[in-house]
């Protein structure tokens, strides 16, 4: 994921580290090992993958789809972020908590791999270039979705949902995806009413910024769009 895009205004040099970074710094060996160490269950579409409060066990690495992460404070439930194929789900909270601190629910259908805690903890100690790439990889992430949250939360209706909209092309490495949650949905991400985001996606489409046909949504001038998502 490109790191500018969730901190542009912020001076970020270092490289983006991502799970399959780390992975690799694993000998062959220690590879196989994994691979037998783990359990993969699939999700379907709107399946809750992890309930806030559950015991975190094992480490969760998201081998494919999407999930939104939910944290729920007060009653109120925020989204914090959304995770495409290849990351590695509450990461920190695996290491740091005895259980999770959020929520995550599939937004499409959803492989997991859930890799043995005492496995994992073992490469940790055992290979110091895998231990420090996740180190870095968890950091970066952490800043990521800070940086996220800060952004979001004080946007105008357009600007929340520009803003998604720009996650979801990144996520999907496209300018052209399709919508992987309703109108209801997407308003629960952005933050704001079904009809906001109606007239919303109408103001957008109809000002050629995007082109959205039932869920199919092409971004036709990903500047306009990035203006709205400063400014909104």
Request: aromatic share 6%; hydrophobic share 40%.
């Amino acid at each position: 994921m490109n790191i500018e895009f969730l901190t542009k205004g912020q001076q970020c040099k270092q490289e983006s580290i991502s799970a399959k970074d780390c992975f690799n710094a694993l000998t062959p060996d220690q590879k196989t090992l994994v691979e037998n160490s783990t359990t993969l269950l699939q999700f379907a579409k709107g399946e809750t993958i992890i309930k806030q409060g559950y015991v975190a066990s094992h480490i969760l690495f998201l081998e494919k789809g999407i999930t939104k992460v939910d944290v729920s404070n007060d009653s109120k439930i925020s989204t914090v972020g959304l995770l495409g194929s290849g990351s590695f789900i509450g990461l920190p909270c695996s290491f740091a908590c005895k259980s999770f601190d959020f929520s995550a629910v599939a937004l499409e259908e959803a492989s997991i791999r859930m890799i043995n805690m005492d496995v994992f903890q073992s490469l940790l100690k055992e290979n110091g270039e895998f231990a420090l790439k996740l180190v870095r990889h968890m950091s970066l992430s952490t800043s990521m979705m800070l940086h996220r949250t800060c952004r979001i939360s004080g946007k105008n209706v357009e600007g929340s949902l520009a803003f998604i909209l720009q996650e979801l092309s990144e996520i999907y490495a496209s300018s052209s995806f399709t919508l992987p949650v309703t109108r209801i949905g997407l308003a629960s991400l952005a933050g704001c009413s079904k009809e906001s985001v109606i007239n919303s996606l109408t103001r957008f489409h109809n000002d050629g910024i995007i082109e959205i046909v039932d869920k199919k949504v092409s971004i036709l001038k990903p500047d306009l769009l990035d203006l709205i998502v400063k400014n909104g």
